[in-house]
């Protein structure tokens, strides 16, 4: 799938899902330990969950098909100072990756379609 569509999103005014802060599902599992290892945070947008759970000390892994949210979400890493990897992937197709992470999750990119089993591990 191409990225064009969802890159518009990002071209001018946030889009209504890019909050400017993270998911309060996000801080609540991280706060409560939840999150652990390396993670993924697939259709991660403008990178809010993603840094947040990096500013917490762990390895965090956000992928998206629009480059100019991911432009954002560097931009964003860079100011604050905070260690995170952003990477153009289609969240359908993330076995291309060729990564292992110990925790996944989407804020709302795949509830259109089958959802993600509930498994501690995923080959990427």
């Not at 993270?22 to 945070?41: H, K, Y």
């Not at 917490?56 to 629009?66: H, I, N, T």
């Amino acid at each position: 799938m191409t990225g064009l569509p969802w890159d518009a999103s990002y071209q001018g005014d946030p889009p209504p899902w890019d909050i400017g802060q993270p998911q309060p599902a996000i801080v609540r599992l991280a706060s409560e330990g939840e999150l652990a290892g390396a993670v993924l945070d697939a259709g991660c947008g403008t990178g809010e969950n993603a840094l947040h759970v990096a500013s917490l000390g762990l390895s965090v892994l956000g992928v998206d098909v629009a480059e100019t949210a991911l432009a954002i979400a560097r931009k964003k890493a860079a100011d604050r100072g905070i260690e995170v990897e952003f990477a153009a992937a289609d969240a359908f197709r993330l076995e291309r990756l060729g990564r292992m992470l110990r925790r996944c999750w989407t804020a709302g990119c795949c509830t259109h379609s089958t959802p993600m089993s509930n498994r501690d591990t995923w080959r990427v």
